[in-house]
């Protein structure tokens, strides 16, 4: 019997390890994601020697709801993966996908998804290598959780830290904030506002390879994803033992994302992004790189925001649009959940 | 979006802010208290004393509802919900105040209380609905803003014969404490910057008694940084024109009488306590709000007879001294060390409107400095 892929259902037998998980991988998974290595159909992918260093990153997705403006959990799961390792410096080649998936989730949406993480890990220039599937029961999961793991090769002569900003440096941001976040509130029961809002997921290997390639004194690329800007600045400042200094006005967030967050009571500063970095370098590089940032489509609205002080405090203050000065704390209390 | 950018434009609070400089005297100081939570979180969020003369000084008033609730209160929830077994309901700040013996609700929740946060008291008339097998109370706070709709959910758990509903009451009124402020012996204020939200519910006209009978003049303000900006300007304007009068920078939403029918509501289902204690005031006369007897049933103080005993706050904090304006934080021996927002000793550092919270959030760089 076929796959019922259009009114079919997630069945526990799919994650078995009998036949009903056999015909899943083959006409799904194997499918929508084929090449050789995953063709291969062992325990594991059996991969050609790399040239380099190597950087691996792991990440999990539960995101709720599982479709958003933007994307869905298919592309996120692939984009956040290659992000991580693309911001250590690093060209992103593998990725190892285990989805858990909930007895009785519609097979159709299922391929939805793994459609969406298809087109991304193309876009991305990544290979989907070998991955993994369990099934629990209706009740214990929600829909469709997916774990990533990314392997990538080290550009030669790149070393790219949260421990290496310096007093003097200069604090770029590769666009506009707060997008992920507010487009998966936006779609939350009961939160029915500006439904304008898309979110920013998209995989940076390109822009990072641009930057790299621009010949810039580049220090620290971090991804402010959960806890956003303000949680990564912050990451960032006491891994460094730095202060840094933030102009508020110089932040790009589009309107309808700061008017979503004016109605949530949320600061677009502690909002999560998917698809925006954030760029450490020595001060005289920031133009040539700021060029070289907005000249790639994701990096249109990339802004110099700020500069790395010297604080044993570590502590990342702001210039208020009004002209005062304020910290821009550590997120405290709860974040907002399953955002990503 | 114009209508939030409007008022945060920076060159319009420059150009306040230099009316401000040329305004002020040098010789002389200027004490204003704001005196709403909104006010002190606006003026650290956009670090709005760095715009300011140094003869001009803010001081942090009480009006922020999680911050003037004694200990006690929060004690009366938590017996409420440990030795009664209900399902105690509130706003998220609420439940995290320290009361006795360490415990705040949200640990006692760790102890087996059943204690839920909620949005807003619709919320819990929800849950009522849901948990006929429950009792349900509300652990209600706040001014005269948050007022109308406890009284609108008791309205609506009459109609709907709920039997296992009820409000912890703790209403309070901002003219009362402001009273009380000024009657502090030696106070040192010039001027009060008006309370925002609770002035579009009771109007200008309470605080006339102010300007005429204690000669502090008074502008009630928005909650943007120009709001505050201008109504610092309108202060130092009156103060200089040794002028006491009540002036309204908010009128985009406050008028002299205020909303009659939100009154009407308040009226229909509170009546005054003869007295109540605050946290750092002690206790005034006239101060809060109970519900009226025709709504007895849903009063959870009467209903589960759970009196309020008084208990002094924890050793060291300086809340008291801080909420009557005496005090800054930084004047506090534990903040930041033993006291922090994720683990507070006092409850000025609990809700985000209170001093120690705005201060230590927006504003600790200033103590290395
Ligand atoms: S720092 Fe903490 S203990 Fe001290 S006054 Fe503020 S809230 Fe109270």
């Known amino acids: 019997m076929k796959l019922d892929l259009r009114n079919g ?15 899943l991988i083959a006409e799904l998974f194997a499918k929508l994601l084929g090449n050789d290595y995953l063709a291969q159909g062992d325990d594991g992918a059996v991969l050609p020697a790399l040239p380099g260093r ?33 911001v250590m410096g690093a060209r992103p080649l593998y990725l190892a996908a285990a989805f858990i998936l909930e007895e009785g989730y519609p097979l159709a949406e299922l ?57 003097g440096d200069s604090i770029l941001l590769s666009g506009s904030i707060g997008e992920h976040g507010t487009a998966i509130l936006s779609q939350r029961a009961g939160l029915a506002f500006d439904a304008s809002i898309v979110s920013d997921c998209a995989a940076l290997n390109g822009l990072v390879e641009a930057m790299l390639d621009s010949g810039a004194e580049l220090r620290v690329l971090r991804d402010p994803t959960r806890g956003g800007l303000a949680s990564t600045l912050n990451e960032l400042a006491q891994q460094s033992a730095a202060g840094m200094l933030l102009d508020e006005a110089a932040i790009p967030v589009i309107p309808a994302v700061a008017a979503a967050c004016e109605f949530l009571g949320l600061d677009p500063c502690y909002v999560a992004n998917e698809g925006k970095l954030v760029a450490i370098c020595a001060a005289r590089d920031a133009d040539r790189l700021l060029e070289v940032m907005r000249r790639h489509p994701l990096g249109q609205n990339a802004a110099l925001i700020g500069e790395v002080i010297a604080d044993s405090h ?4 702001m210039t208020t649009r009004i002209g005062g000065r304020r910290i821009l704390d550590w997120l405290s209390g709860e974040q907002l959940p399953r955002i990503c | 979006m114009k209508f939030i950018d409007e008022f945060r434009d920076g060159d319009l609070a420059r150009h306040l802010a230099a009316g401000i400089v040329r305004e002020a005297r040098t010789d002389r100081v200027y004490r204003l208290m704001e005196f709403c939570g909104g006010h002190t979180h606006a003026i650290s969020r956009y670090g709005l004393t760095d715009l300011l003369p140094p003869a001009v000084r803010m001081i942090h008033g009480p009006g922020c509802p999680v911050c003037v609730l004694p200990i006690g209160r929060i004690d009366q929830a938590i017996r409420l919900a440990l030795e009664q077994g209900v399902m105690l309901c509130s706003y998220g700040d609420c439940l995290r105040v320290p009361a006795s013996s360490g415990l705040s609700l949200q640990q006692a929740k760790a102890h087996g209380a059943d204690v839920r ?17 429950h009792d349900i109370v509300f652990l209600a706070i706040g001014f005269e803003t948050t007022t109308p709709p406890t009284a609108v959910a008791v309205r609506q758990a009459d109609a709907l014969g709920l039997k296992n509903f009820s409000v912890l009451c703790n209403h309070v009124l901002t003219p009362a404490a402001m009273r009380a402020i000024l009657a502090i012996d030696g106070v040192q204020l010039d001027g009060i910057v008006g309370p925002a939200h609770v002035s579009t519910v009771i109007g200008s006209r309470p605080y006339e008694t102010f300007a005429a009978d204690y000669g502090k003049p008074v502008v009630i303000a928005g909650f943007e940084p120009l709001d505050v900006l201008q109504a610092i300007l309108m202060l130092l304007r009156q103060i200089n024109g040794a002028r006491a009068e009540v002036e309204n920078e908010f009128t985009r939403a406050v008028t002299r009488d205020g909303n009659h029918k939100a009154q009407a509501l308040i009226e229909a289902v509170f009546e005054m306590r003869d007295s109540f204690e605050w946290r750092g005031l002690g206790s005034i006369p006239k101060s809060a709000l109970k519900l009226r007897a025709a709504y007895a049933r849903f009063d959870a103080e009467a209903r589960y007879g759970v009196d309020y005993r008084a208990v002094p706050d924890r050793p060291g904090c300086e809340c008291a001294a801080i909420l009557r304006g005496e005090k800054r934080p930084r004047d506090c021996r534990i903040f930041a060390t033993a006291c922090t927002p994720e683990d507070p000793v006092g409850s000025c550092m609990v809700s985000p409107e209170g001093a120690c919270a705005a201060h230590y959030t927006y504003g600790r760089f200033r103590e290395q400095e």
């Open chain 1, 9 to 23: 259902r997630v069945e526990m037998g799919h994650g078995a390890g009998g036949r009903a998980m056999a015909q």
């Open chain 1, 54 to 86: 190597l950087v691996m990153s792991t990440d999990s997705h539960v995101v709720s709801p599982l479709f958003f403006p933007g994307g869905d959990i298919g592309s996120l799961a692939v984009n956040g993966t290659v992000n991580d390792v693309t």
């Open chain 1, 111 to 167: 391929r939805r998804i793994v459609e969406s993480m298809a087109r991304a890990a193309l876009a991305a220039g990544v290979l989907v290598v070998t991955g993994d599937t369990k099934v629990v029961e209706k009740g214990k999961g929600d829909g469709v959780f997916i774990s990533t793991t990314g392997v990538g090769v080290a550009r030669e002569g790149v070393t790219l830290s949260g421990k290496q900003a310096r007093p």
């Open chain 1, 314 to 317: 570590a502590f990342v203050q």
């Open chain 2, 117 to 133: 946060m909620v949005y807003s008291i619709s919320d819990a008339v929800q849950l009522a609905q849901q948990n006929p097998q």
